[in-house]
């Protein structure tokens, strides 16, 4: 019907996406925001589980967990709203990923479960069709249309996705390990190039090539993820990502000494480019707090940097941890509860603005506004979070030997090639 009519409330519809047992989904355009979403519209028997999907899912604010943009009727007809993503992790898997790009993929997919989990939600068909990316770097989790609310005994039909599904979750008893065993298949897949098939006899297919991309400790890890007896899993998606963020660096540099020997074995040349960046690293840690990669060449980087000071690509989201209490759900980047705008990216006031004031001992400068209620500024803030007025000032981390010639921010150009804070490049080029 829905195909027919073209067009649906304020959506028109521009093609399909694809249909499943429950629901068919269509890309359309909201010609009242004059944006693309991914439009969902269950059959009519389905409308009531879909119903309580968007109740679900609407209580989940995470960057990580694909929000609902809108849920109405529209002449009788349920129509769910999300943000058109550029395709499915399953369809991103049918080309070559480097090994990087798939670890920054699982630290993503773990992030979005341990938040479901903290808040007694099973997702219970954790898969790659239901892993959505944006921006080709971006992931979120998407359909808790299967989703189960823990409670003290929880008991449901087998139901999930053949391949992914976890053997005790087959047999109608689902729980956190259940979703710790799906995402530990889409993981091992992701670096073996090998989905193993029931029943999990180890070691699986790709096994070996795994080990040697990331090493004996990240093989481990996935073999405890993927145990068929549940009570040797991680007990849920927090504790599992507390240990994969733990070994992330350890398989990080396993895999860089890999793709150095090569698959002789033998060492190759000097990686010049790590090796400033260790140099960098150690001589300067204390100027910057580097925690987080680039997603295009795996460079540190801090979080207040608007771009890659190695490669120069752009940053509009932030992927690494925070030393903040909450996140602006549009860069990713930290803020203070307190905060009124996100001092980052320039957007609309947050919702949630606690009254409490809260001191810090990073604030070290003022607005200049002279109406700004408070006027307080941590170093590389890009707008006030107090009056959003643009902040003229040109900061400059401690040790800086030099200043960017566009923005006048200070920079390391022996060791940078581009200023991180306006992403233009430091040294002429010839």
Not at 243 to 253: D, F, K, S
């Amino acid at each position: 019907m829905a195909e027919k009519r073209r067009v649906l409330g304020k959506y028109r519809l521009l093609r399909k996406l694809g249909s499943g047992g429950s629901a068919e989904v269509y890309k359309a355009l909201d010609t009242v925001e004059n944006l693309h979403v991914a439009l969902k519209i269950p059959f009519k028997e389905y409308e009531a589980d879909f119903r309580k999907e968007v109740a679900l899912a609407a209580t989940l604010d995470h960057p990580h967990v694909l929000p609902v943009k809108n849920a109405d009727y529209y002449d009788g007809r349920l129509a769910v709203a999300y943000p058109l993503g550029d395709e499915t992790l399953s369809d991103r898997l049918t080309r070559r990923m480097a090994t990087d790009t798939c670890l920054d993929f699982g630290r993503q997919m773990l992030e979005a479960l341990a938040y479901a989990h903290t808040h007694r939600i099973i997702h219970c068909d954790v898969k790659p069709e239901n892993l959505i990316l944006f921006d080709g770097h971006h992931i979120c989790l998407a359909d808790f249309g299967l989703a189960k609310v823990a409670m003290h005994t929880l008991s449901a039909s087998g139901s999930g996705t053949v391949g992914y599904v976890a053997p005790e979750q087959a047999l109608g008893k689902p729980s956190f390990r259940s979703d710790v065993f799906s995402a530990g298949l889409i993981l091992y897949r992701m670096l073996a190039g090998e989905l193993p098939q029931w029943p999990f006899e180890w070691p699986p297919p790709g096994f070996a090539r795994l080990r040697a991309k990331v090493g004996p400790a990240m093989a481990d890890f996935l073999r405890r993820a993927i145990r068929v007896d549940y009570k040797k899993r991680f007990a849920d998606a927090e504790q599992m990502l507390s240990a994969y963020e733990r070994l992330l660096p350890v398989a990080r540099r396993w895999q860089a000494g890999h793709r150095r020997r090569g698959r002789t074995g033998a060492p190759g040349e000097p990686d010049w480019s790590r090796l400033r960046q260790r140099a960098f690293v150690r001589n300067h840690r204390g100027a910057l707090r580097l925690n987080a990669k680039c997603a295009r060449c795996a460079g540190p980087l801090a979080e207040e940097m608007q771009a890659c000071p190695w490669c120069g690509a752009e940053r509009k989201r932030h992927r690494g941890t925070t030393a903040f209490p909450a996140r602006c759900s549009r860069c990713g980047r930290g803020r203070k509860l307190d905060w009124r705008y996100c001092p980052w990216c320039f957007g609309p006031k947050f919702r949630h603005v606690s009254d409490r004031v809260y001191g810090d001992v990073r604030y070290e400068g003022r607005c200049g506004h002279p109406g700004c209620s408070r006027r307080l500024l941590m170093p590389f803030m890009r707008y006030c979070p107090w009056c959003r007025t643009k902040v003229p000032r040109a900061w400059k981390p401690e040790g800086a030997t030099g200043r960017c010639p566009h923005c006048r921010c200070g920079v390391f150009p022996g060791y940078w090639d581009y200023c991180p804070w306006c992403g233009k490049p430091l040294k002429r080029r010839r």
